[in-house]
């Protein structure tokens, strides 16, 4: 299997095709829609108090199968609006992510939350109403995008994309948004824990006609919880070993809002790269087994379980994205942190683009090995902005200086006819 197939078959373990099964027969039940707040996308909920799910809804297909549950399109009958159902195992009353949800005000970054249905569609199942994101997960789009290689993620969408994610995050843990610029003074702050691309939602994404553009939502809120400095992660989420900084191991699993702001910008990293700020888990293993006859885990430890512990036990190795396509980089070949084969064999096949100095100065400040030293999500927003507005008006500049050197050489070429 080449380094590439073996790296899609590696992150695309838990895709399943959407089954065509008829609906089990259900009795609706009341929804009690969240009216503290107004939907994003449902006008027709600011109308409707109360709608019946699934009675006023009808169902269209799976979406996809998550560890935890799955993920269905249903058309709300009377307007015809869409939206996401995500069907969980519940025996609690309200779930964890529920309950995130539910208190967080809107953020145009964030999943929409519409409403939540317990016993639906069996009794040991619950139902979430979501907002619908028409394009999928940017795992999905990231894959669809390499494969017809266009350029989708170039250098403006890089920006936006890392904007948008940060953004979602300084609101999670400070309250920022438009009306708070510095932040809320009595927010609560909401650490994810589970940043990854599948768990960006795309809203929209179009590069084909004159409005090029994508617009995510942070989803995925089902290990997120409110943050105590003293205990970050009590019910000791492991999350993606993958997407984990430095600093969190796999005994402590102290995953908190720094962990967060790695977890965003180690998804720019994939991005561009198409191997994350780590060596390949691989490498970490098999020097393991170099050197010890057994495994540091119980045989009977199913093979994701496995890939996730060394995932966490990788050395950590962001590489910049301003390099020549071409350009050596010593660190994926350099023998003590482990010779990457995989991130050397991608370079060559799928390279990079050369992005600016300034993405990829933010982005390595998401990437910043010791978590004191890694700006806060608040902080890190702010330098992004502030970056790509003058990476937009930087452009702005040379479109400006190219159009009068165009009228000047308009001018030029009539003086010569006259
Ligand atoms: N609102 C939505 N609109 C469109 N697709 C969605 C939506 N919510 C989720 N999905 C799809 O369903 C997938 C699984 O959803 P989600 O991550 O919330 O569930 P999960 O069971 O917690 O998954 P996992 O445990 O694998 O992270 C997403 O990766 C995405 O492809
Ligand atoms: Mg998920």
């Not at 990079?352 to 910043?368: E, N, Q």
Request: some cysteine; aromatic content about 10%.
């Amino acid at each position: 299997m080449s380094s590439l197939s073996r790296y899609k078959a590696q992150s695309s373990t838990k895709r399943s095709t959407p089954s065509d099964r008829l609906r089990p027969k259900t009795t609706p039940m009341p929804l009690q829609l969240n009216t503290s707040r107004k939907p994003q996308v449902s006008v027709m909920f600011e109308n409707h108090s109360t709608v019946s799910f699934p009675k006023d809804f009808t169902y269209n297909q799976q979406l996809q199968k998550g560890s935890e549950g799955h993920v269905e399109q249903w058309t709300h009958t009377a307007t015809k609006t869409v939206i996401a159902v995500k069907v969980i195992q519940s025996s609690v009353s309200c779930p964890n992510e529920v309950q995130i949800l539910r208190d967080l005000p809107p953020h145009k970054s964030i999943v929409g939350y519409l409403g939540y249905c317990k016993k639906q569609p069996h009794a040991e199942e619950a139902s979430i109403l979501l907002e619908y994101c028409p394009q999928g997960d940017l795992f999905t789009v990231r894959h669809g995008v390499v494969d017809k290689d266009s350029m989708a993620f170039s250098e403006a969408f890089m920006w936006s994309i890392y904007s948008q994610l940060m953004g979602a995050l300084a609101f999670l843990h400070e309250g920022i948004d438009n009306q708070h610029p510095m932040g809320h003074g009595e927010w609560k702050p909401v650490v994810h824990r589970d940043i990854k691309l599948e768990n960006v939602l795309v809203k929209r994404l179009s590069y084909k006609n004159e409005c090029p553009g994508i617009e995510v939502r942070l989803g995925d809120f089902g290990m997120a919880g409110y943050y105590d400095s003293k205990d970050p992660n009590p019910l000791g989420y492991t999350g993606t070993t993958q997407y984990w900084p430095p600093e969190v191991t796999w005994e402590t699993k102290r995953l908190d809002l720094a962990s967060d702001v790695w977890g965003v910008a180690a998804i720019m990293h994939q991005l561009a790269h198409n191997f994350g700020p780590l060596v390949d888990p691989q490498v970490t293993a098999n020097k393991w087994f170099q050197q010890n006859n057994e495994a540091p885990y119980h045989d009977s430890w199913p093979e994701h379980l496995k890939r996730s512990y060394w995932s966490s036990k990788a050395p950590r190795r962001p590489v910049p994205i301003n390099l020549e396509p071409s350009a050596p980089v010593p660190v994926l070949a350099d023998d003590r942190l482990g010779y990457d084969k995989n991130a050397l064999a991608l370079r060559r096949h799928i390279p990079s683009l050369k992005y600016s100095d300034a993405l990829s100065d933010c982005m390595m400040a998401g990437l910043t090995m010791s978590p004191d030293e890694r700006p806060e999500s608040g902080i890190l927003l702010r330098k992004i902005e502030a970056a790509y507005s003058d990476v937009l008006f930087e452009d702005l500049c040379l479109e400006y200086e190219r159009e009068t050197v165009l009228e000047d050489g308009e001018l030029w070429r009539m003086r010569e006819t006259d």
